[in-house]
């Protein structure tokens, strides 16, 4: 399965809404996490089976989807909110998506 | 706190081999599959194997089949990655990863540069 995330860059301000989204090549059945990488450090996950938030990650941060479609939604943009975020499927294969970065305007 | 600490990576000539391993502490090693993901510089993400708990099952991506070899130790709480015949294409920091689908926990990686 083929990832498809968009827009590869964005940028927006503090407290803007942001939404990445991620499209599969075929059905993911839920199958979605998305990891969270900031320049020079590991990734981190945020999001697993679409909408799971993993412990100790802020609530700002969700996830949606179905099918060949996933979003996350960061609902008020903190400064250390900047990094590149990747998705991920685990319902056939492993693939990660080429991932969007995201920066403060 | 889980950890995972990667080692044994460096410079190396094409065509060489190189054995990277991953030192494990903060739960229960033998519980876990545990895989490798690599990142080529600039690049995006790439599962490279994985290995379930017993280490009685791999899996590999097509371009590391029957070059590669992912293992463990579970007494050592250890994870291993013998990289032979390698290619300029496997140049990448290698990170090792907790979890067999979905990838909970990432060390900080380590980088293996292929060139002459």
């Known amino acids: 399965i083929q990832l498809t995330q968009s827009p590869s860059l964005l940028s927006a301000s503090v407290g803007d809404r942001v939404t990445l989204s991620c499209k599969g090549s075929?059905?993911?059945?839920?199958?979605l996490a998305w990891y969270q990488q900031k320049l020079g450090e590991a990734p981190k996950l945020l999001i697993y089976?679409?909408?799971s938030l993993q412990t100790g990650i802020p609530s700002r941060f969700s996830g949606s989807g179905s099918g060949t479609d996933y979003t996350l939604t960061i609902s008020s943009l903190q400064p250390e909110d900047v990094a590149t975020y990747f998705c991920?499927?685990?319902?056939?294969?492993?693939?990660f998506g080429s991932g969007t970065k995201l920066e403060i305007k | 706190e889980v950890q995972l600490v990667e080692s044994g990576g460096g410079l190396v000539q094409p065509g060489r081999s190189l054995k990277l391993s991953c030192a494990a502490s903060?739960?229960?090693?033998?519980?876990?599959?545990m895989a490798w993901v690599r990142q080529a510089p600039t690049k995006g993400l790439e599962w490279v194997a994985s290995?379930?708990?017993?280490?009685?099952?791999?899996y590999y991506r097509d371009s590391v089949k029957g070059r590669f070899t992912i293992s463990r130790d579970n007494a050592k709480s250890t994870l291993y990655l013998q990289m032979d015949s390698l290619r300029s294409e496997d140049t990448a920091t290698y990170y090792c990863?907790?979890?067999?689908?979905?990838?909970?926990?990432w060390g900080q990686g380590v980088m293996v540069t292929v060139s002459s």
């Open positions: 903060g739960f229960t090693f033998s519980n876990y599959y």
């Open positions: 075929q059905n993911i059945n839920n199958y």
């Open positions: 991920y499927q685990y319902n056939n294969g492993l693939t």
């Open positions: 290995i379930t708990n017993s280490g009685g099952s791999t």
């Open positions: 990863t907790r979890g067999g689908m979905v990838l909970l926990d």
């Open positions: 089976n679409t909408n």
